[in-house]
């Protein structure tokens, strides 16, 4: 078995080294003869793709693709062109981590899911603040996943809220917000605060929507687990993890 492996790996290494040569003697003949732009473009995308498919990284490879690049002209990767074009977003980590922060550090959103330390707020000017706040950190930060974005919009302005969570391969949809109407019903009610205060909405409402938006601490192996049970399904016990 093991020389049968070792054989493959030798096959694999042959292969690699052939494409490897075959995309350095096309990059030279690019360079040296007169190939229209639009050709060089396709060849550069051509072999970044290769590039991506095998994993053929060698210095003789990007020097010449860099060369190429350099006198097709400044322009932006197709890819990235690509993505704005259809709309898709480039996922940028710290955007994101900078929007949530705004339900820790703001004067409307954070109060969605802490309890107010001001006494009670006037629900149509306190949803209206919220929703200001949430339109202008999708403008400060516009790559934060449109998933991320549906979930908040569901849970702080829609009347019929569709966020969920998970609970290994189920989905489960709370079905409140805070613009859901037995919702707002409490809230208006003189003798009520903050759902934060409520056993209720706090346990149904408040405290799922924050585990569905952050790791909360002692929730990450839950967290994990989960994720490996929505991914691999029952060949999990195939795997040493």
């Known amino acids: 078995m093991a020389k049968k492996d070792s054989n493959q790996n030798i096959n694999l290494g042959s292969i690699l080294h052939n494409k490897s040569k075959f995309i350095v003697d096309i990059l030279d003949y690019s360079l040296k003869n007169k190939v229209d732009d639009k050709t060089k473009e396709r060849l550069v995308n051509l072999i970044g793709k290769e ?8 210095n003789n490879i990007l020097e010449r693709l ?3 690049e350099s ?13 704005q074009s259809l709309g898709i977003k480039l996922h940028r980590p710290k955007e994101t981590k900078s929007f949530l922060s705004l339900f820790n550090n703001s004067k409307g959103l954070k109060y969605l899911t802490h309890k107010f330390n001001d006494g009670k707020r006037n629900y149509d000017g306190f949803i209206e603040l919220c929703k200001n706040e949430f339109d202008k950190g999708k403008s400060d930060y516009p790559n934060v996943p449109d998933a ?4 908040i919009e569901e849970f702080a ?5 569709e966020w969920f969570i998970r609970n290994g391969n189920r989905k489960i949809f709370p079905k ?7 919702f707002t019903e409490w809230y208006n009610k003189d003798i009520n605060m903050h759902p934060g ?9 408040i405290i799922p929507f924050k585990e569905s938006i952050e790791v909360r601490a002692g929730n990450l192996k839950t967290i ?11 060949s999990k016990s195939n795997f040493i993890i």
Not at 52 to 58: A, D, L, R, S
Not at 148 to 151: A, M, N, Q, S, Y
């Open 71 to 83: 006198l097709l002209g400044p322009k932006e990767p197709k890819e990235k062109v690509e993505k």
């Open 157 to 161: 302005f829609a009347p019929n809220p």
């Open 148 to 151: 991320v974005l549906r979930r």
């Open 224 to 234: 994990i687990e989960e994720i490996l049970i929505t991914g691999l399904g029952i």
């Open 176 to 182: 409140k917000g805070w613009a859901e109407a037995s």
């Open 51 to 58: 590039i991506e498919k095998t994993g053929i990284i060698e």
């Open 197 to 205: 205060f409520d056993s209720k909405w706090n346990t149904e409402m």
């Open 66 to 68: 860099q060369k190429i």
